[in-house]
């Protein structure tokens, strides 16, 4: 039982607590996450780099959630 806790304590502070994006016209995209353990990250997407944006709806949990992704150049997988 002490592990199943510490392992939901530890995946929890390694949750997303807020995230946001900034455009920055002529320059850029910036992404900046905060996690529950208090670490933020930031990733900058240069605009020649930004090849498409994706906005769309999923259904999780009973809620309608938002999200926004982008495919970006030298960068295999979508960035959320």
């Known amino acids: 039982f002490v592990l199943i806790l510490l392992i939901k304590i530890v995946y929890k502070l390694n949750s997303v607590q807020k995230e946001s994006f900034v455009v920055m016209k002529d320059f850029g995209l910036q992404i900046d996450r905060k996690y529950y353990n208090g670490k933020t990250k930031s990733l900058f997407i240069e605009f020649p780099r930004l090849k498409s944006i994706i906005i769309n709806e999923a259904i999780q949990n009973f809620k309608v959630v938002t999200y ?13």
């Open 68 to 80: 926004v992704a982008f495919f970006v150049e030298g960068i295999q997988k979508l960035v959320i």
